[in-house]
């Protein structure tokens, strides 16, 4: 049964809408709170495996079904919609992928290394001892693949369906790179002042995908940032293993996705326009 464009137009926004919500919502609550009131103090709660289990198994419920109306969304806008959603706009560009992962790395650690230079107040820490695997896992399912494709790849993919004309005019398209970084920075206010330091990734991710259209990129990006720092909050690492790991990775992938895009560009038009010379006895 064909879904009627009247369907579509409200469906659509609203399963947008619902899953940042049923993702992310209780997210930014918790964020608000814990900004506002602090941490409970030590010994409040329980930091069990069984309390690790108990959390990531809500968050990623919460997490599958954002994910699931996410689906629901870009399907009730037609499959290449899902698709492009959840696999990328083809064709594919070979090394537009590097070179955007590298330079994902690059936005997080500069807005690192600009808030370690304003240096303001440390945020609160969280009393909960984690354990390591929770610690990856959260960073790979609500971090890396939730907030890429429900925060960032799923809003853009339904404006660029519904109203593709809002991303041409600088006005409208300003407001909502700007919606979409308000979106990822709010369950980050948890941090304090250095919430702020997520703008360049946040702002950046937006601006990279509607150039590329390519999700996976971020989310592997996303995964490798934030294993390599639970690895470094665990002891696994030291800091400056994981400096040396983030900076590296980040600039060996924006050398090789250059590379790639360099070699794979067509010969200009001077090169093209060239006769081939041939001898003649």
Known sequence: MRMSAATRNWLAPLL???AYMVGYGW???LSVLILVQGYDPPGASSSSSMSDRASFTAEATFIVLGLLLAAGATWSLGRGALNEWFIGRRPCTPGRGQ???GLVLGLDLAGFWLFAWINPPQPAQDPTAHALWYDIGAGLLPGAIGEELIVL???IVVVRRMAPQLLHDRRPAAAFVLMLVAGR???HLYQGAWAWSHLPWAAGAVLLYLWTGRVWPQILAHAFYDTA???YDHDEISQS???TLLHGVAVGLVLLGSLRLARGRPPSRLQTS???????D
């Open 153 to 155: 790849a799923l809003p």
């Open 27 to 29: 997210a930014v609550l």
């Open 229 to 231: 720092l639970a690895l």
């Open 16 to 18: 947008t809408m619902l």
């Open 274 to 280: 060239v006769p081939h010379l041939t001898t003649s």
């Open 99 to 101: 070179l955007v992962a």
């Open 185 to 187: 920075v709010a369950y």
């Open 241 to 243: 293993t994981e400096m």
